[in-house]
């Protein structure tokens, strides 16, 4: 296991990544609005593919050919792997094409991006982000199932984070974005002591979806350092829960006091932008370079409107299996989600 690291081990990583909000105010400057040649591509690709299946998880890179899009996504991912760590793509016509179709889409944009990686026990690879009637002190509830409440900062369990908005609800929900990196280098600048604290492996819960007879808990660091990359892994509600089990390991008043301090730097203002989602925008984020989060918001089942999302955790082939931390690998710590492979 991981090890806290002195003051003097402690450095600045990534600076390159170092956005604040006014760097990134113009919106235009991170959405890229799908052209109607492109749709059209993408609605080509989709009768490739379904002339190959009717299951979308069927669904491989070869059978959804993006020919012109493709060369795109692939500037997108080096931007989100080695830039600012988070994307918009907007415009997909929802409205028009129907939920199936537009995640059909979705799915095959994902290929051109990374690989799929299941997003929980089930083994889910295209999830479903919206209420699923989950409680929020529901110890064994996860973010995605939770309706109305809003969400702290966290990253999830993959290189890549993909959601897709189909529909927006009532109101409210405005999807927040945080530069980990950024956070992480102001805090070595400030205390690089606390720092050192998040280096050790911090307990996070496993709500309820560790494998037969494995502990309710597992260990990650917040911060990992690998080939000159920053790695962060941050679910704080998770790691405060972890709490519940006496045979975890009690965080330290250290432990706690850095992570006060790094929630000073992510929370801050000007660390983070905010995206209202419309039916058909797609956001993708870096999870080991920003973190992820939202405002509460307001459905209204009688009328229909219910906010939904779909989700994708992508691996992505820009970083090689060696360029990762053996914990940020696909056969980590929750290998035993790989053992299904469903739709949410």
């Not at 170092?18 to 919106?27: F, G, L, P, R």
């Not at 991912?77 to 889409?105: C, K, T, Y």
Request: net charge negative; charged share 25%.
């Amino acid at each position: 296991m991981s090890t806290t690291l002195t003051a003097d081990e402690v450095r600045p990583l990534e600076t390159h990544a170092n956005w604040t909000a006014s760097d990134i105010a113009d919106a235009e400057e991170w959405t890229y609005r799908l052209s109607a040649a492109e749709i059209a591509e993408l609605a080509a690709a989709l009768a490739e593919a379904r002339s190959h299946t009717d299951e979308v998880l069927d669904v491989r890179k070869e059978h959804f050919p993006l020919p012109t899009l493709s060369p795109v996504l692939a500037g997108l991912a080096e931007e989100l792997i080695n830039g600012r760590g988070f994307q918009r793509i907007s415009a997909l016509p929802v409205e028009r094409v129907g939920f199936e179709d537009a995640s059909w889409m979705y799915w095959g944009i994902g290929l051109h991006l990374g690989v799929p990686w299941p997003q929980n026990v089930k083994g889910h690879l295209l999830g479903d982000v919206k209420d699923q009637g989950k409680r929020p002190d529901d110890p064994t509830a996860r973010g995605n199932e939770l309706g109305g409440v809003a969400q702290a900062f966290h990253s999830d369990g993959s290189d890549l984070v993909g959601l897709m908005c189909l529909d927006p609800g009532v109101s409210g929900g405005e999807s927040l974005v945080a530069n980990a990196v950024g956070a992480y280098n102001k805090l070595v600048d400030e205390d690089p002591e606390l720092a050192g604290e998040l280096f050790a492996g911090l307990p996070y819960d496993f709500r309820g979806e560790q494998a037969d007879g494995a502990t309710p808990f597992y260990h990650v660091p917040v911060f990992s350092e690998h080939g000159d990359r920053l790695f962060v892994r941050y679910i704080r509600p998770y790691i405060e829960a972890s709490q519940r089990h006496d045979d975890a390991p009690r965080l330290s008043d250290g432990q706690r006091a850095a992570m006060d301090a790094y929630d000073a730097h992510i929370y801050d203002r000007d660390n983070r932008v905010e995206m209202t989602f419309e039916p058909g925008d797609m956001q993708f984020v870096n999870n080991y370079h920003v973190l992820h989060g939202r405002k509460a918001y307001e459905d209204d089942a009688e009328a229909g409107r219910v906010r939904w999302l779909k989700r994708l955790w992508l691996a992505t082939e820009i970083l090689r299996p060696e360029d990762r931390p053996d914990r940020f690998q696909a056969a980590g710590s929750t290998a035993h989600w790989s053992s299904k492979r469903t739709k949410a």
